[in-house]
Nanobody, 125 residues
């Protein structure tokens, strides 16, 4: 059985930074396709950033230039570094892994098979 554990959320002032992490274990420990998603109040779950099967780093338009994603293959953990945070980045962040088919975008929610629990990020103005 595969498992994803997301962590690192918290509260920060606008302009600040946070680093989330998502650890994959079990049958999905070597997952190459992983993504982060964000649930903002009143909006649908949206893709934030991810790494696809080709190791390409994919970013949503609202976070390009501010978020950087990396993955440590030694411990199967993905890290989004979130900089210059804005109040509109506030939400519950979820990590997901294993694309349904090789090469799919890791920031389309219908493409990912396994999901971790959410972690809350709050950015105050």
């Amino acid at each position: 059985q595969g498992r994803l554990v997301g962590s690192g959320g918290g509260s920060v002032q606008a302009g600040g930074s946070l680093r989330l992490s998502c650890a994959a274990s079990g049958s999905i420990g070597s997952a190459a396709c992983m993504g982060w998603f964000r649930q903002v109040r009143g909006k649908e779950l949206g893709g934030v950033a991810g790494i696809d099967n080709y190791r390409r780093k994919i970013y949503g338009d609202t976070v390009k230039g501010r978020f950087t994603i990396s993955k440590d293959n030694a411990d199967n953990t993905m890290y989004p570094e979130m900089n210059t945070l804005k109040p509109e980045d506030t939400g519950t962040y979820y990590c997901a892994a294993v694309c349904m088919r090789y090469g799919m975008s890791p920031i389309e929610k219908s493409h990912l098979r396994y999901w971790g629990q959410g972690t809350q990020v709050t950015v105050s103005s």
